[in-house]
T-cell receptor, first 113, second 117 residues
Framework: NAGVTQTPKFQVLKTGQSMTLQCAQD?????MYWYRQDPGMGLRLIYY???????DKGEVPNGYNVSRLNKREFSLRLESAAPSQTSVYFC????????????FGPGTRLTVT | AQTVTQSQPEMSVQEAETVTLSCTYD???????LFWYKQPPSRQMILVIR??????QNATENRFSVNFQKAAKSFSLKISDSQLGDAAMYFC??????????????FGQGTRLTINP
C-alpha cells in the first residue's frame, strides 16, 4: 500500500515549456487535490476533484489544467511554465469531499528558469 | 474568506520541555474543523491532530494537545516532553464543514520548530 505517489520528485523547466505532474493513489479514495507550497507560505489549493469525472478550481488555478484520468489518477498540467510557478507541488486524496483527513504525497519540487 | 495566521515564524525548545505553537483564524462560519499538520525535512505532510468546532473538549493525541478557544478564534498546539523527532515545520489549517467549501484546506504560514538537545 503505497498511499499517494507523485512523479517526478524534481523537475527543472525553461519558461514556456510544458509538463504534466502525475499523481496516483491506491486507497480507493474518491477525492483528490493539487496544492502548491511557496516559501514562507502554507499550501494553497490549485484544483480538486471531489469524485471521478469532476474537477473544480481552487484558490490559485490560473496557469494550470487538471485531468482526473480515473479514480486512481489525477494529473496537473502546466501548458506554458512561468517563473512564478516555481514551487513545491503536493497531491492529496481523501475518502470523500467531507472526510476529515487528506493524505498527502511526497511532493514535486519544480523550478522554472 | 477564511484566513489562518501563525504569528511565530520560528520557535525553539529544549528536549523534554513543553512548547506551545499559536494559531488564530478568521471565519464567519459556526461549524468547521481545525488541524495541525507536521512537515519534517522529508516534506511529507503528516496530520498531527484535529478539532471539530462543535466539540468543547480539547483534542489530545499522546504528547500533542490543543487549546481551542472558539470565541477568540484561537487554536494552539502544545507539545509535551519534546523529542528530537518533533523538529519540523508545523502548519495550522482550517476546513469548512459545509459541503460547498469542504474540499478546501486553508493553511497558515507555518512555524518552524527546532528542538535543542
Amino acid at each position: 500500500n503505497a498511499g499517494v505517489t507523485q512523479t517526478p520528485k524534481f523537475q527543472v523547466l525553461k519558461t514556456g515549456q510544458s509538463m504534466t505532474l502525475q499523481c496516483a493513489q491506491d486507497m480507493n479514495h474518491n477525492s483528490m487535490y493539487w496544492y502548491r507550497q511557496d516559501p514562507g507560505m502554507g499550501l494553497r489549493l490549485i484544483y480538486y476533484s471531489a469524485s471521478e469525472g469532476t474537477t473544480d478550481k481552487g484558490e490559485v488555478p490560473n496557469g494550470y489544467n487538471v485531468s482526473r484520468l480515473n479514480k486512481r489518477e489525477f494529473s496537473l498540467r502546466l501548458e506554458s511554465a512561468a517563473p512564478s510557478q516555481t514551487s513545491v507541488y503536493f497531491c492529496a486524496s481523501s475518502p470523500g469531499p467531507v472526510s476529515y483527513e487528506q493524505y498527502f504525497g511526497p511532493g514535486t519540487r519544480l523550478t522554472v528558469t | 474568506a477564511q484566513t489562518v495566521t501563525q504569528s511565530q515564524p520560528e520557535m525553539s525548545v529544549q528536549e523534554a520541555e513543553t512548547v506551545t505553537l499559536s494559531c488564530t483564524y478568521d471565519t464567519s462560519e459556526s461549524d468547521y474543523y481545525l488541524f495541525w499538520y507536521k512537515q519534517p525535512p522529508s516534506r511529507q505532510m503528516i496530520l498531527v491532530i484535529r478539532q471539530e468546532a462543535y466539540k468543547q473538549q480539547n483534542a489530545t493525541e499522546n504528547r500533542f494537545s490543543v487549546n481551542f478557544q472558539k470565541a477568540a478564534k484561537s487554536f494552539s498546539l502544545k507539545i509535551s516532553d519534546s523529542q528530537l523527532g518533533d523538529a519540523a515545520m508545523y502548519f495550522c489549517a482550517y476546513r469548512s464543514a459545509m459541503i460547498q467549501g469542504a474540499q478546501k484546506l486553508v493553511f497558515g504560514q507555518g512555524t518552524r520548530l527546532t528542538i535543542n538537545p
